[in-house]
């Protein structure tokens, strides 16, 4: 009786401890495969088309709030989805393989493209979701992964800044 008890106990530590590490598991398998000039397997990784509405989504409640078209002039309705476009566009520029692998890359080595330090910490927020939290030029930003099955791990959003600056 004692070494079933025992027994479950231990399996049920196992099996916390491994959900637990599994995120970093997976940032660990990212950042191998980046390292090695693997950026086919970013797609095994990243959901992009959940990436690219969450970020959607975020840009244009900032941008167009709950502008409702039917008040609008027909020339404001063009205007406003060529915005739009624009801001797909973007999008999906941000999430090419490339550009992530560039990101993680930057976080792997605590280093910007630009030779800027980068500080990164790691945090669960909930049980299906990870956070990669780092600032770039005193912005926080995020990245943040989301449970698939029991042990794997993808980059579900890109949280960056939303004020809109101007160029300099």
């Known amino acids: 009786m004692k070494i079933r008890k025992i027994s479950v106990i231990v399996l049920v530590a196992a099996v916390s401890f491994a959900l637990y ?19 086919s397997i970013l797609n095994y990784f990243v959901e992009p088309v959940t990436v690219e509405n ?38 999906d520029v941000i999430v090419e393989p490339e550009n992530i692998a560039i990101l993680l890359e930057s976080l792997r080595t605590g280093k910007t493209p630009d030779g800027k330090k980068l500080y990164s910490s790691y945090a669960y927020e909930g049980f299906n979701r990870f956070v990669i939290n780092f600032e770039v030029d005193e912005k926080p930003q995020q990245i943040v992964f989301s449970r698939r099955y029991l042990l794997t791990w993808i ?8 004020e809109l600056t101007t160029l300099q």
């Open 21 to 39: 590490v599994s995120p970093y598991i997976a940032l660990h398998n990212l950042f191998m495969s980046i390292k090695d000039e693997k950026i």
């Open 54 to 91: 969450n970020i959607y989504n975020r840009y244009s409640k900032t941008l167009f709030g709950n502008v409702d078209e039917s008040t609008l002039d027909s020339n404001a309705i063009k205007l406003k989805r060529i915005m739009e476009s624009s801001i797909k566009f973007g999008i």
């Open 155 to 162: 980059i579900t959003d890109l949280v960056f800044p939303t």
